[in-house]
């Protein structure tokens, strides 16, 4: 249970919701207690009654005694309501908690992590493994509370009445915890597995879902369908361990439980005949071990509960715990002009050891557009993470307005930066709030119509029924890939950002619109510094300055006419477009 400790820091801050549920639990339970007592005391005065022969006053003793029961069984039920009504409330407050911690801990991690994790496994851990442990805070500690003070006042209550035969009775005790021991570990490897296998199982069905159109296009319905089946026959495999491991604590409980009272009969008979305990004492004692059955019975379920929580909770620890490479090391306001300047960095991908860039240098001055051109796989996205610190760069520095980058306000730095990613995500939400996404600010119809017609998509978006208020389908499903690219445009210009970059997106569309475009962005600069990537020459020609990267190297740099008269690599690439 050492990974459960990180709760502790909730039932601290829920502390009084928790402590009046023991309280409520301990009122409940004291008045449930009293009813076999009252039943002993009644049963014992009845046949004291009738040695006297006395019938009256057997039917007022049996009603006061009925009325007082009556009375206990409500009390108990009412405090019975009340401590469910905090201890599960408080479960479900922690719930919420812990899940708004789980998700506001995913957006500081880099995008490393979110490389190596899968988006199943992710959602997984927020959902189901959240679920698991608020049962564990939820009915895990209602009914261990609750198994440990009915046990005490019962176990009281039967010492008062008769030690000897308490002994007897609570004998199959220590067998059964003993029992509940050795099948604990167990159930806390098979309920670890079960997880892992699930949040399998999750990411499977998460990817089959994104990619179905890919999936459907290469008639890989069933590749995809024995996959989700052998993931989910491994894990209904030890789900079903998990069951039958389970399976074995209600059987041995209500033995063990039987056995007891078995022991209370006969015994008590015993004992009752020797006129050492009442027979009133002897009913008292299988009402009490009844009373016993149900606590003691749900050790086996609260166990599992404890155990899956336990593996859920370590399997969310490791995530809390992990660390972003890249934070914010400084809270000073950026006075950022919008010049980066790159001197000799360096960058290799951990996961594959590709030396992605190599020794590479260059300035980019404040309201100046910088162009990148080269192959796939040459380091051109690799330089717009590292501008915006998605990753550190292994060696070499750069700088940010004369100010290291690792040194800077990362946030503030963020703010006056945009980026349109090559690989273009748009939410399931309206247009018009798809564009202000950008910005925290309240944007009016007319200010967010200005910037689709910067990125000249206005004209689409007017054509749709519902104009700026037609609901997107998920990551935009139901636009074009350039109406998509364009959206993003727009969105990434409501930020008014010193540094705007590119990531080749405007690949999916005509040269007639990228043109339109370009010259829309460069009419309404106002001192914005841009870096474009993109593999067309008609995008980058009219850049202030193009590096042309091969293999992670900066090899022809210069103005569009500089690199043509060169007669290099970048003439090759714009003779074979234009051919």
């Avoid at 008062?160 to 009775?169: A, E, G, K, N």
């Avoid at 159930?187 to 670890?192: E, F, G, I, V």
């Avoid at 306001?333 to 960058?347: E, T």
């Amino acid at each position: 249970m050492k990974s459960l400790k990180y709760l502790n820091k909730y039932l601290w801050k829920y502390k009084w919701l928790f402590i009046t549920g023991i309280i409520f639990t301990i009122v409940s339970n004291y008045f449930g207690v009293k009813m076999p007592v009252f039943v002993k005391d009644t049963i014992d005065e009845l046949l004291q009654l009738e040695t006297l022969d006395s019938f009256n006053a057997a039917i007022y003793l049996s009603l006061r005694i009925a009325a007082i029961f009556l009375g206990l069984a409500i009390l108990k039920g009412v405090f019975l309501f009340l401590m469910r009504q905090t201890i599960i409330i408080m479960s479900r407050h922690i719930e919420y908690d812990l899940k708004n911690e789980i998700y506001e801990h995913y957006q500081t991690l880099d995008t490393d992590f979110f490389k190596k994790k899968s988006i199943g496994d992710l959602m997984n851990r927020i959902s189901e493994d959240v679920g698991l442990v608020r049962m564990y805070l939820g009915p895990g500690i209602m009914y261990t509370t609750n198994l440990i003070v009915l046990s005490s006042m019962i176990i009281f209550q039967m010492i008062t009445i008769s030690p000897s035969l308490s002994f007897y009775v609570l004998l199959p005790l220590p067998i059964m915890s003993y029992l509940i021991y050795r099948i604990s570990s167990k159930m806390n490897m098979a309920s670890r597995q079960t997880q892992e296998t699930q949040s399998k199982l999750s990411s499977i069905a998460q990817e089959t879902f994104s990619g179905i159109k890919v999936m459907k296009s290469y008639l890989a319905g069933e590749y995809r369908i024995e996959k989700f089946s052998k993931a989910s026959d491994e894990y209904k495999e030890n789900s079903m361990k998990l069951t039958l491991i389970n399976a074995f604590f209600t059987p041995i409980m209500l033995f063990l439980i039987g056995t007891s009272t078995l022991i209370a009969v006969y015994i008590g008979g015993v004992m009752s005949h020797q006129n050492e305990i009442s027979l009133g004492g002897i009913v008292a004692f299988i009402f009490f071990v009844n009373n016993l059955t149900w606590p003691f019975a749900s050790i086996g379920w609260v166990t599992s509960i404890v155990q899956r929580a336990a593996a859920s909770q370590s399997r969310i620890n490791e995530f809390l715990e992990t660390k972003s490479k890249i934070t914010n090391p400084s809270q000073e306001s950026l006075d950022f002009d919008g010049s980066v300047m790159f001197k000799n960095v360096d960058y290799t991908y951990l996961n594959t050891n590709i030396q992605a860039l190599k020794n590479v240098s260059f300035t980019l001055k404040k309201g100046m557009t910088l162009a990148i051109v080269g192959k796939t796989g040459s380091g051109k996205s690799t330089i717009l993470e590292l501008i915006s610190r998605q990753i550190d760069c292994c060696s070499g520095d750069i700088l940010i307005s004369d100010q290291s980058i690792k040194s800077i306000n990362l946030v503030d730095y963020r703010k006056q930066l945009s980026i349109v990613p090559q690989d273009v995500f748009l939410f399931s939400d309206s247009i018009a709030n798809n564009i202000s996404f950008g910005t925290s600010e309240v944007l009016s119809s007319e200010v967010i119509e200005n910037y689709a017609k910067l990125a000249h998509v206005h004209q689409n978006i007017e054509s749709f029924p519902d104009k700026y208020d037609t609901i997107l389908g998920e990551r935009g499903v139901n636009l074009s890939g350039g109406q998509k690219q364009r959206i993003s445009i727009a969105r990434a210009l409501t930020r008014e950002p010193k540094l705007l970059l590119l990531d080749d997106c405007l690949s999916a569309v005509d040269t007639e619109t990228e043109e339109i475009i370009l010259k829309n962005l460069h009419r309404n600069k106002a001192g914005r510094s841009t870096v474009i990537v993109s593999h067309r020459i008609s995008t980058i020609r009219h850049a202030d300055y193009i590096l042309y990267l091969e293999k992670g190297e900066i090899i022809e740099e210069g103005t569009h006419e500089q690199l043509l008269r060169k007669n290099g690599k970048y003439a090759e690439l714009q003779k074979n477009q234009m051919e």
